[in-house]
């Protein structure tokens, strides 16, 4: 079988500089290179470069995925918009990990093939498709991270029998709006492998998704209430270039603080097994319609 492999990152919050320009150019004579982007593709040979260094340094997006199956999707957010023991509550070997360095939390979504089933060629993959879930979790949307624990769970349900582990696993909390997911979340389904019957009982626990965007007056009423000169100092951060663009650090504490006064309370959170035993009547429900 010949191999093919897939390499990208983007800079977001900050192009790369000359220096760090010529720092990853070293690594690949190929590549295409931008202040914002680098993709290459590989058919023989393998990239030299430190992919996870390349995320926690210079990147704050990285996709990878091979024909014979592996993929992986690593984002990098400051850690005052997604705290990292916010997302550790997700986190699973299986299919994500949580870890922070430099002041940012990074989110590694991985999947390895161990079946040696080929990737899917009919349809190309760039990180345009995903990388709109970043912007999703530094608002507080949380559905990417809850859908890569249920990514972990498919990979259980393929791979072991150990009823005593489901039925100590709890869910971690589930986020509002999983019957209603983005694209950049179908995506990141399609691409962890979601079973869609084990997606679907979820999704019988979640409130109704949130709004397309935030209540203008409401947000208007928030940044006013904020003191002037902490908004000063955020101004002059922009301007210099100093620090990411205060709108996702302020978008995510304005839904911070309009969750914690609307939020009602949790429902009680389920084990694997008895999600497991759900998706399975969801499974065999829609094969009975079909």
């Not at 507080?140 to 072991?160: I, Q």
């Not at 999983?178 to 694209?183: C, F, N, R, S």
Request: negative net charge; aromatic residues 8%.
């Amino acid at each position: 079988m010949s191999e093919y492999q897939y390499y990208e990152f983007l800079a977001v919050d900050r192009p790369l500089d000359p220096a760090q320009l010529q720092q990853v150019r070293s690594l690949s004579t190929r590549a295409t290179i931008s202040p914002t982007r680098f993709v290459n593709e590989y058919h023989w040979g393998d990239f030299r470069g430190d992919t996870t260094k390349l995320v926690e340094q210079l990147y704050d997006a990285h996709l990878y995925y091979a024909n014979w199956g592996s993929r992986r999707l690593v984002l990098r957010l400051p850690a005052n918009v997604l705290p990292v023991k916010t997302a550790a509550a997700y986190a699973m070997e299986e299919a994500l990990t949580v870890w922070t360095r430099s002041g940012h939390t990074l989110l590694d979504f991985s999947l390895d093939s161990e079946d040696g089933e080929e990737w899917d060629f009919e349809t190309s993959l760039e990180l345009s498709s995903l990388i709109g879930l970043r912007a999703e979790l530094a608002t507080g949307d949380l559905r990417p991270l809850y859908l890569a624990w249920l990514a972990a769970l498919t990979v259980w349900e393929l791979a072991e029998d150990d009823e005593e582990e489901y039925a100590r696993e709890m869910e971690p909390p589930v986020p509002a709006g999983l019957a209603e997911l983005t694209g950049p979340q179908r995506a990141l389904a399609d691409f962890l492998k979601v079973d869609p019957d084990l997606l679907t009982a979820a999704a019988q626990a979640s409130e109704p998704g949130p709004a397309p965007g935030p209540d203008r007056r409401e947000l208007a009423a928030f940044i006013a209430s904020l003191p002037a000169k902490e908004k000063d100092n955020l101004l002059l951060q922009a301007v210099l270039g100093s620090s990411p663009q205060p709108g996702p650090e302020l978008l995510a504490r304005y839904h911070s603080t309009a969750t914690s006064a609307t939020t009602a309370p949790p429902t009680s959170r389920r084990s694997a097994a008895e999600l497991l035993d759900a998706a399975y009547h969801c499974r065999t429900e829609r094969t009975r319609r079909e």
